[in-house]
């Protein structure tokens, strides 16, 4: 499956489950960030890191370690 930091600018995807565990997990959960929520990807940094993404209405930044626990589908 494909992460969210594979996704291209501009893209919208499903998050489809979460990796991580404990503390990392929830804080990823606390952001807004759950199984079947939808997420926009608007800006990349040009390094790559940190990643801007739109989550239930707000813009988040997220560090690429923790996109990569982020399983997404189209």
């Known amino acids: 499956m494909k992460?969210?930091?594979e996704v291209k600018v501009g893209e919208t995807v499903q998050v489809v489950k979460l990796h991580g565990e404990g503390a990392i997990k929830r804080r990823i959960m606390d952001m807004g960030i759950?199984?079947?929520v939808s997420v926009y990807v608007r800006k990349v940094a040009p390094l790559?890191?940190?990643i801007e993404i739109t989550v239930r209405?707000?813009?988040l930044?997220?560090?690429k370690a923790d996109a990569?626990?982020?399983e997404v589908e189209s």
Do not use: C, H, N, V
Request: hydrophobic share 20%; no cysteine; net charge neutral.
């Open 68 to 70: 990569e626990m982020i």
């Open 61 to 63: 930044s997220l560090r």
């Open 57 to 59: 209405g707000y813009e």
């Open 48 to 50: 790559g890191d940190p």
């Open 34 to 36: 759950t199984k079947g």
């Open 3 to 5: 992460t969210l930091r």
